[in-house]
């Protein structure tokens, strides 16, 4: 998954939740930020940035903030990059041997998971959740109660229910981390019912990326710790 027109900033404030002020080549620029998370631990002022650029008359911003350095690591924080990337893991042939289809926004009664994958195995859905939070080289979710998240996770076990097959994927944005676990201190219901689904069928996998400035690619799967 690859932006075409990175440029490096400094970051300087979030004003709110959809834009951040970025200083890029000496001039204060407003930039989307593709996330609605909190990104404290990220977003500092003076934190280097990269934006891409994305001129278009139906845009209020010419930027979207799509990564920042936090220490020694590059983490990608677009909250659409992981679906991206997953989306071309599974299409290489690298998630699952078979697949002939997969449908993205699939619905499920009243339920949309972010693909749905048909094949030489049995149906599945899968539900993406993006992370981006790391402490002492774990990586976490949610960095916020996620109410939605819980939904979702009771409704993949309602599809295993139902014969299919269902997955929760942790795409963890960034390379360094040892293993996932579900962040407990901020919402505990949600790592609790991560271990009620799996135990019920559902199955979680979490997989870490490269990430450069303009780029950023599934990478490996590492260990999940309820």
Do not use: W
């Not at 693909?115 to 539900?127: D, L, M, P, Q, R």
């Not at 949610?142 to 109410?147: K, L, R, S």
């Not at 409704?155 to 963890?172: H, K, P, Q, R, T």
């Not at 069928?201 to 260990?223: H, L, Q």
């Amino acid at each position: 998954m690859i932006y075409n027109c990175i440029h490096k900033g400094t970051f300087i404030s979030r004003p709110n939740r959809f834009i951040a002020e970025v200083d890029i080549d000496g001039k204060t620029e407003i930039c989307h930020v593709k996330n609605t998370g909190r990104c404290k631990e990220l977003l500092v002022p003076g934190a280097t940035v990269y934006a891409n650029y994305a001129d278009s008359p139906l845009r209020s911003t010419e930027y979207d903030l799509v990564a920042v350095e936090k220490g020694a690591l590059i983490i990608n924080m677009d909250s659409q990059a992981p679906n991206r990337a997953f989306y071309e893991y599974m299409e290489q042939g690298r998630f699952r041997d078979g697949i002939t289809n997969i449908k993205s926004e699939a619905k499920y009664g009243a339920s949309r998971f972010d693909f749905c994958i048909e094949g030489s195995a049995n149906k599945t859905f899968v539900e993406v959740k993006g992370v981006t939070l790391e402490e002492n080289g774990v990586a976490m979710f949610p960095d916020a109660p996620t109410v939605r998240g819980v939904k979702h996770l009771n409704e993949l076990a309602l599809c295993i229910s139902e014969g299919y097959d269902a997955y929760a994927v942790f795409v963890i944005q960034m390379k360094g981390v040892s293993y996932f676990t579900p962040n407990y201190k901020t919402h505990a219901e949600f790592g609790e019912t991560l271990g009620n689904v799996m135990s019920m069928g559902v199955k979680a996998m979490a997989f870490d990326c490269t990430v450069a400035p303009n780029e950023m690619n599934i990478g490996n799967e590492i260990p999940i710790r309820l």
